[in-house]
RNA sequence: GGCGCCAUCGUCUAAGGGUUAGGACGGAGCCCUCUCAAGGCUCUAAUAGGGGUUCGAAUCCCCUUGGCGCUACCA
């Protein structure tokens, strides 16, 4: 039984790299018909909010992700401790006594590495068990083997084989002083007792990795199988932060720029992993079905982004290759979001309005563009731009653009070919070239001097306010 | 300091012993064209350095350098 989990600490928003590595255990879930589950990873209290908890919802299902089974660590204290209590029951866990704060004074940097506080390992357990009776508080360290040249080993799916002298190892803490459990214990008791198969995370977690074997073997658990992910840094080659590097490390803000949400997705997925055949835009499915950790890559990635633009050029690039190419339906929703937050209404006629976002989306790189570029298509209060008004300023031109006016009222068509015989019998007619009355049509009909097919554009605005608009610009 | 991981165009990446080192974004140009996009074409730009192994190395090995991670009673 496959099982995976995304496992948060509610501490801050939601951060881009948990998105990626949410989607990277979400895909392989998927793909092989595995149970995804989210799993917030509460245990330090101070640090917890409410508001980073919704951050993450909201950010899920914003990327339209969902998960299969839902877990809170802060509910499942009794399973960290009983795991605790069994690993001491064993003896390969023990009480360090040490005041907090102490021993990490004494720490030597430059000379023999810390291993574990001195006399504590070697307490007999009668006087072990006296003292905590006693109520001193201790901390629950793991013994971690000695002196048997013992090797921790394991295989990553993306990093291949690992190994780590036990040597190498420090007395970890499983139990904090006052009885809240570690990350380390919490994070393997529970993966055990959801029975996750595979943990994907972020190679940050790489050689806690030799720690958590330690801990599943001594809880008796079966030890998953591991895939570790590439990072996600900033351009200046550091972790990213909200501190040092601020909105671009926020779900939110790639929401708030009018992306879609699975172009988003897919742009995370590229960082990191390769379908490895030059394809770059995929379909939520297509990506789905060629997943693999083999396409996953060892080496961090950059979001290339800068202080002026806080978006990576290759995902606005995306955004708009999906704007264009998805069925209209899929994205008219986020388009009359945009509208409305605009002051907009939609048209009531929704093939008229999937028509008109489908003339338009072509030019458009997100969704914020048919707020702005898209206001005359959708509303009468838009302004003429000054390269709309250059093309209004040919002479004649405001003369045959009222002039067209009169004879399309007398079109009973209406229609793209109708519009655009009337403008060339006219421009015949009159001896000036078409373009004269097609640029002044676009100019007219939505004050931009570019945009679509200046016919496509009589039928996009509607007969009555293009009739209107060219017969305001006489005046 | 110790331990571990990583290293191909500015960025994302492909090639995993034999390629003119491929694609994409970005930038530049051309074509198309009623404008702007889109699309098509062209150009720009990389195997960190040094040693090996080999007929042949971006690819395997070693060293150096650089980056990152862990080294907490954070996760």
Partial sequence: MLRVRFAPSPTGYLHIGSARTFIFNWLYARRNGGTMILRLDDTDVERNTQASIDSIFDGLNWLGLSWDEYYRQSDRLDLHRQAAEAILAKGLGYRDFTPAGEAAEEKPHDGEPWRANPGQREMSKEESDRRAAAGEPFVLRFRVPRGEGRTVVFKD??????????????????????????????????????????????????????????????????????????????????????????????????????????????????????PKDNREQMTRQEIIDIFSFEGI??????????????IDPKALWLNSQHLRSLPVADILPGVTAVLEAAGMTPPADEAHYAAVVDLIRARYTTLLDFGSKG???FSDDFVIEPAALEKLEVPGARELLVGLAARLELDPEFTEASVEKNLRELATERGVKAGVLINGSRAALTGQAVGPSAFHLYTAVGRDRAIARLKAVGQ
Avoid at 304 to 309: C, G, L
């Fill in 157 to 274: 799916a993306v990093y291949g084989d690992q190994a780590k002298a036990c040597e190498d190892i420090e007395d970890f803490a499983l139990l904090r002083s006052n009885g809240m459990p570690t990350y380390h214990l919490a994070s393997c008791a529970d993966d055990a007792d959801l029975r996750i198969s595979h943990i994907i995370r972020g190679q940050d977690h790489l050689t806690n990795t030799f720690k958590h074997i330690l801990i599943f073997e001594a809880l008796g658990a079966a030890v998953p199988q591991f895939a570790h992910l590439p990072l996600l840094i900033a351009p200046d080659g550091a972790k990213l932060s909200k501190r040092k590097h601020g909105p671009v490390v926020s779900v939110t803000t790639y929401r708030d720029a009018g992306f879609l949400p699975h172009s988003y997705v897919n742009f995370l997925c590229l960082l990191g992993w390769s």
């Fill in 297 to 310: 890559n060892r080496s961090n990635a950059v979001v290339n982004f800068t202080d002026t633009d806080p």
């Fill in 375 to 377: 206001r005359p298509y």
